[in-house]
Nanobody, 126 residues
Framework: EVQLVESGGGLVQTGGSLRLSCVAS????????IGWFRQAPGKEREGVAC????????NFADSVKGRFHISSDNAKNTVYLQMDSLKPEDTAVYYC???????????????????WGQGTQVTVSS
């Protein structure tokens, strides 16, 4: 059974940093790409970043490029989302998901991801 568990969310001031973790079980990083998505109140869920170890690809939404970084630790079956220079508009519930594709030219899309974690809240105060 594929399971994804996020952690690391919290409250941080503008300009601060957080590192989110996504622990995967039931599959290995070579089987799936891992994407991070977020959903703010009243807004649609959007793709933030993705990583595919098998393809050697990472990608980011334009809104987070240069501020967010994604990495994986295969020994721990964990994907991290390092978020720096946080802004109030980064406030959202962040989800990790496992899917079949992380492209080089666009942020991840929901329809490409089949398995989802429960989400972790990130709040950036101004």
């Amino acid at each position: 059974e594929v399971q994804l568990v996020e952690s690391g969310g919290g409250l941080v001031q503008t300009g601060g940093s957080l590192r989110l973790s996504c622990v995967a079980s039931g599959f290995t990083s070579d089987d799936y790409a891992i994407g991070w998505f977020r959903q703010a109140p009243g807004k649609e869920r959007e793709g933030v970043a993705c990583i595919s170890d098998s393809e050697g690809v990472t990608n980011f939404a334009d809104s987070v490029k240069g501020r967010f970084h994604i990495s994986s630790d295969n020994a721990k079956n964990t994907v991290y989302l390092q978020m720096d220079s946080l802004k109030p508009e980064d406030t959202a519930v962040y989800y990790c998901a496992a899917g079949v594709f992380c492209g080089e030219y666009a942020a991840p899309a929901q329809y490409e991801y089949d398995y989802w974690g429960q989400g972790t809240q990130v709040t950036v105060s101004s």
